[in-house]
């Protein structure tokens, strides 16, 4: 049963996934292609195969432990986009106007934030790079960090748990294979091309 998982096994039994899945999710704000949602996935299938085995529970990732270290991973890059867009200065905000992507989601998203419409950085949190724009044009528009971090903050821990649930509990339906893996990861793209479709719906303010 475990061994299905064994080119990741000796990896995610140690204390190293945690390090892999912190610098693959702070990281991820900025290359977007970074599979850091994967890796979380791949880490949660494996604690529950772990735990199917009957391994120690140091040789099994702890699942809220890496909960934990996803979400405050998600918050720290936010922050980190957010201050270097804040201080991005002129050539920031031309490269803004530039582009109607981005300067549509930075009017709707400083409105939104303005009213209270902070769920929008929680759906942008699971849409394909819409982490990214959120957090840079957060900054970019020098919002308030009293605005943002609250909702990035649970963003970063919907996003976590939803991945982790999904590695989780689908190695527990559906066996701890890379079936479930692959099943789990399909769930999080679907999530992410929802929360993309919702998003495009939201008419600008």
């Keep these: 049963m475990f061994e299905s998982l064994g080119s990741v096994g000796a990896l995610t039994g140690s204390p190293w996934i945690y390090a892999l899945v912190a610098a693959s999710v702070l990281l991820d704000v900025f290359l977007p292609v970074l599979p850091s949602g994967v890796l979380v996935i791949t880490a949660a299938t494996a604690a529950a195969a772990g735990t199917a085995a009957g391994k120690v529970p140091a040789d099994v990732p702890d699942i809220l432990l890496l909960t934990l270290c996803a979400a405050t991973a998600s918050v720290l890059g936010d922050l980190v986009a957010y201050r270097l867009a804040w201080r991005g200065g002129d050539r920031l905000d031309r490269a803004i106007a530039r582009s109607r992507r981005l300067t549509t989601a930075q009017e709707r998203l400083g409105s939104a934030l303005a009213r209270g419409g902070g769920p929008l950085v929680v759906l942008a ?51 701890t294979t890379w079936l479930a893996t692959g099943v789990s990861v399909l769930a999080l793209f679907g999530a992410g091309a929802g929360a993309a479709y919702v998003m495009r719906r939201q008419p600008a303010a």
């Design 125 to 175: 949190r699971f849409a394909p790079a819409g982490r990214s724009v959120v957090s840079f044009v957060a900054g970019a528009a020098h919002r308030r960090i009293r605005e943002f971090l609250p909702w990035s903050a649970l963003a970063g821990l919907a996003w976590a748990a939803y991945s982790v649930a999904l590695g989780y509990y689908g190695a527990q339906w559906l066996g």
